[in-house]
């Protein structure tokens, strides 16, 4: 039996849970989601806590049963905390700001990096520490606009100059040896 899968998630104050089917609706003070999964997962909500089953020992219905409780576990924190993704700008004079709710990229090209934050993502730029803080419910959202951000210019291995997380570590490379 999957460890993970096994596991009940439990639901904190303030949060609804609906099941309908296969479909699991979760609403929250930061927002609704709303994900349906393979019908070979028996999704069942009884005093505030959720559990996951699966409905045979098949290697395909084993492979989902983590991944629901975790998929399910991931939308009640994102609704009733939400998530966090920071990224750092290195380089001499690069830098970030907010202009009202876009996100303004100035990394070394000829022309400032415009990025719009889509429904239920936010952002934050501290000019001081040189961070981006992308914020939001969704956890897949945040991290797939963290990774849009980071693709502007990612961190080249020679001096490290570019967007990077906050906890990557950029294995520098030595440069050319001068000529003797």
Known sequence: MSRIGRLP??????????IEGSTVRVKGPKGELQHTFPPSMEVTF???VVEVKRASDERSDRS??????ALINNMVLGVSNGFERILEVNGVGYR????????VLYVGYSHPV????????????DMRTRQIK????DKQMVGQVAANIRKVRPPE??????????EERIRHKAGKTGKV
């Open 9 to 18: 998630v439990v639901v904190p104050k303030g949060v609804e849970v609906g």
């Open 46 to 48: 009884q005093d505030g």
């Open 64 to 69: 989902l049963h983590g991944m629901t409780r």
């Open 96 to 103: 970030a700001e907010l202009q009202g709710e876009k996100l």
């Open 114 to 125: 415009i990025m719009e934050p889509p429904a239920g993502i936010s952002f934050e730029a």
């Open 134 to 137: 992308v914020m939001g419910y």
């Open 157 to 166: 291995p020679y001096k490290g100059k570019g967007i990077k997380y906050l």
